[in-house]
């Protein structure tokens, strides 16, 4: 071989090796590390802080293929991230729920570093990765961590470093301010309450971050307080003027191509420096799009302020009046959502249920572990009588209310290893739960000897949610959302609260943000 044949094959061989480089450089897929840690935090409520031992008390956390088939947010993602070829999505270890729901208080700061340091080992094992998708909540309360979402999104940046963006999706009832878009590049928050829209916020995330990650998205982004904070019995969407809002995100995004517009509306028993309303707009490398979005979805929510925030409803008594004259009429059945009950226990519109002498209620459900306890420990069991005071052991829950009647089920129910289901007065039916059980669908109450279709009422501990099984399908022709006897957590009295870091008095209905005055 001669010395330019030499010369030529050394070249054609460089050229090879640098093509094959290159194809794999191209056929490498973009890593996507997914993460959940949601909670709604209701720091007010009593019963002590959320730690390690009630986070696993639901479930251990779990991450791979487990975590990536656990639905709602991240099913959306996952759906979407499939569907496009050269993804590669790793599940990383995430904390699945506590025991207690949203009526849990404070989670403890050693909870959460331990979470979040499970997370974070999992993710700098996975490294490198091209992208991050977060399923927060936005109302997490932490003691010593005053913006948590914010937190969980500044220490993963801290792992990814400055280039890899982070796309989250998040439930409208969080509070959230310009710091979590300091350290995350996309947020994307539910737009109905009840939340029908959760897994299509996950599949917009997950084509807003590949299309990130592939150069043809620029995240740009801008956040506004609007200076409000209302109850959530007052956010549900299918109302004026949360109606309205909410038409005017989806409005903003038909008319500006590429803009998403999330709408917090907060949560107010989350004690926290950023609670209330938050605008957060996202555009494509858009920065005077994304402000004037923004600055009119704020100053709109602004002018509606006082019907936003207004607002009352019946107590106790003239809502079980209610529910007579509706029995009456023959508009049945009839819901009784007793909106404000945090901790789940309270017995205001059972009580008034035995006073008043209303048959066929079916009560779903009472929180009382003692009960369950005594029930488990006695070894009761079906067609035993039942002599128990039940409920009010919390501020908020009034007192108990004794009940005598027969036990018609004690058994597993609800995710729960017991629930009671007491047999009392005329055709009543009461369903005793350890924990807050919020009652969405009337197939909830399917179960052992209840068949709800025999019920005239139900009283239920839901706000808005429960209008998913019982109001927007029809099933309820007669709905009364019921308040409670005092200004208690839940209430729409937000003020009689004792706030530490939540500046509620610089925000409508009970004073003037600065920049509107």
């Given amino acids: 071989m001669t010395s330019l044949t030499r010369i030529f094959a050394l070249v054609a061989a460089a050229l090879l090796i640098n093509v094959a480089s290159n194809a794999q450089q191209v056929e490498r897929p973009l890593r996507v590390a997914v993460a959940r840690y949601s909670h709604e935090t209701c720091t007010f409520c009593p019963g002590g802080d959320s730690d390690i031992e009630r986070w696993n008390r639901v479930s251990p956390p779990y991450g791979g293929e487990r975590l990536l088939n656990s639905g709602g947010y991240i099913g959306g993602f996952v759906k979407v991230a499939r569907e496009h070829a050269g993804i590669e999505l790793v599940g990383l270890t995430s904390p699945v729920g506590v025991w207690g729901g949203s009526s849990a208080s404070w989670n403890t700061e050693e909870s959460f570093d331990h979470f979040m340091g499970l997370m974070l080992a999992d993710l700098e094992r996975s490294m490198p990765v091209d992208g991050v998708f977060l399923a927060l909540h936005g109302a997490m309360?932490?003691?010593?961590?005053?913006?948590?979402?914010?937190?969980?999104?500044?220490?993963?940046?801290?792992v990814?470093?400055?280039?890899?963006?982070?796309?989250?999706?998040?439930?409208?009832?969080?509070?959230e301010d310009v710091e979590f878009l300091r350290w995350a590049d996309m947020a994307f928050c539910v737009k109905r309450y009840p939340h029908y829209d959760s897994r299509l916020q996950g599949e917009r995330a997950a084509r807003t971050l590949i299309r990130t990650m592939r150069g043809d998205y620029r995240p740009t982004t801008a956040t506004r307080?609007?200076?409000?904070?209302?109850?959530?019995?007052?956010?549900?969407?299918g109302q004026s003027p949360s109606m309205d809002i909410m038409e005017r995100a989806r409005r903003w995004e038909a008319r500006a191509v590429d803009a998403y517009v999330s709408v917090f509306y907060g949560f107010p028993w989350t004690d926290v420096p950023d609670i209330g309303a938050t605008i957060?707009?996202?555009?494509?490398?858009?920065?005077?799009?994304?402000?004037?979005?923004?600055?009119?979805m704020s100053d709109y929510m602004w002018r509606v302020r006082e019907e936003f925030a207004g607002g009352s409803f019946p107590l106790p008594d003239e809502g079980v009046r209610l529910a007579t004259q509706a029995i009456a009429a023959g508009e049945t059945p009839v819901v009784l959502a007793d909106h404000s009950d945090r901790p789940g226990d309270a017995t205001h519109i059972l009580r008034e249920i035995i006073d008043q002498g209303v048959g066929k209620v079916l009560i779903g459900t009472i929180r009382d572990e003692g009960v369950i306890e005594d029930l488990a420990s006695s070894g009761a069991s079906a067609g035993d009588p039942f002599s128990m005071d039940v409920g009010g052991f919390t501020p908020s829950g009034g007192s108990p209310v004794h009940i005598e009647g027969t036990l018609a089920y004690f058994g597993r129910g609800g995710g729960y290893d017991n629930v009671a289901a007491v047999r009392f007065g005329d055709d009543n039916m009461l369903v005793i739960t350890p924990a807050l059980t919020q009652i969405t669908m009337p197939e909830q109450l399917r179960f052992g000897p209840i068949e709800p279709d025999d019920f005239d009422v139900f009283v239920i501990k839901s706000r808005v949610h429960f209008r998913r099984g019982f109001d927007e399908t029809g099933y309820a022709p007669s709905i009364f959302v019921i308040e409670a006897p005092g200004p208690f957590v839940g209430t729409l009295h937000l003020d009689a609260l004792d706030f530490q870091f939540g500046p509620i008095e610089k925000l409508y209905p009970f004073g003037t943000p600065e920049r509107r005055r």
């Fill in 280 to 296: 957060m707009v996202l555009t494509n490398d858009n920065q005077e799009l994304a402000d004037r979005i923004a600055e009119d």
């Fill in 160 to 175: 990814v470093g400055p280039d890899v963006p982070i796309a989250a999706t998040f439930d409208p009832h969080g509070n």
């Fill in 225 to 237: 307080k609007p200076g409000i904070v209302t109850a959530t019995v007052l956010q549900w969407t």
């Fill in 141 to 158: 309360g932490v003691r010593n961590i005053p913006r948590p979402e914010a937190e969980i999104a500044k220490r993963i940046r801290q």
